[in-house]
């Protein structure tokens, strides 16, 4: 069974960075496409990165462009989300997730979930 952890949520202030890691299962890293989303309460799931396995094509929204890194290290099947200057609008679950094929930012496209981590930004 394929499983997807993140971790490195929290609290932190406007302006502030954190690093978002995803642990992956088997080797899901190595050939499969990696994506982040993020849902805010009352809001629709959200594309904020993806990366295909030969880290050719990383994409972000338009949101995270500038601010964000999607990266990945095969050897250790783990995936990151380097977050920085962040801001309140940020406030969300974050989930990384993984799919076999090219990167889209269509979520319902992905087939494998882990079950998020909380980031807050204050204001």
């Known amino acids: 069974q394929v499983q997807l952890v993140e971790s490195g949520g929290g609290l932190v202030q406007t302006g502030g960075s954190l690093t978002l890691s995803c642990a992956a299962s088997r080797d899901i890293v190595s050939r499969y496409a990696m994506g982040w989303f993020r849902q805010a309460s009352g809001k629709e799931r959200e594309f904020i990165a993806g990366?295909?396995?030969?880290?050719?094509?990383?994409t972000y929204a338009d949101s995270a462009k500038g601010r964000f890194t999607i990266s990945r290290l095969r050897a250790a099947n783990m995936v990151y989300l380097q977050m920085n200057v962040l801001k309140p609008d940020d406030t969300a679950v974050y989930y990384c997730a993984a799919r076999y094929g090219n990167t889209v930012q269509d979520w319902t496209k992905y087939d494998y979930w882990g079950q998020g981590t909380q980031v807050t930004v204050s204001s």
């Open positions: 990366d295909s396995p030969s880290d050719t094509d990383a």
